[in-house]
């Protein structure tokens, strides 16, 4: 009975570290996903700010870290208008995409969820811009991830 409380509590404490967070299972190691979301990107016009390989990052300084990479990329024709309705979402902008191998050697690419950063910033009147960033996300991270 404890263990399956406690079982429970943890498995609670790891959905709330996730919440706001959208995983794509992906088909592909960190590097080739975070290769592919990066080509994508790159056709559909979108700018690639900056590319972080977090396990690099990690071995310099002798720690050991299961393959993490971060993609942050925009742009600024759908941004702008979301700071627009509200400034502070622009905290949460360029956007980010983390290409990611969990505990058991799967491999996921996760964004923040467009309706949570509407949540969180209070974002009234720009439904239709947020309407517009869920599908291309889906659409990209879905493209990057899996084999058609």
């Known amino acids: 009975m404890k263990r399956t409380f406690i079982a429970a509590v943890i498995s609670c404490i790891s959905l709330l570290a996730a919440e706001?967070?959208?995983?794509?299972?992906?088909?592909?190691?960190?590097?080739?996903?975070?290769?592919?979301?990066?080509?994508?990107?790159?056709?559909?016009?979108?700018?690639?700010?900056?590319r972080v390989n977090h396990t690099d990052g990690a071995r310099k300084v002798g720690k050991a870290l299961r393959p993490t990479e971060l993609v942050i990329f925009g742009n600024p024709r759908v941004g702008t208008p979301l700071m627009q309705c509200e400034q502070s979402v622009a905290i949460d902008l360029p956007q980010k995409a983390l290409v990611w191998q969990d505990a058991k050697g799967k491999v996921w690419l996760s964004y923040n969820d467009p309706e949570y950063l509407k949540r969180r910033h209070a974002v009234k009147g720009c439904d239709k811009v947020f309407a517009k960033i869920e599908k291309a996300l889906a659409g990209l991270t879905k493209a990057a991830a899996q084999r058609q």
């Open 20 to 50: 706001g967070m959208i995983n794509v299972p992906s088909d592909y190691n960190v590097s080739k996903t975070a290769d592919r979301f990066e080509a994508i990107l790159h056709r559909k016009g979108m700018t690639v700010f900056a």
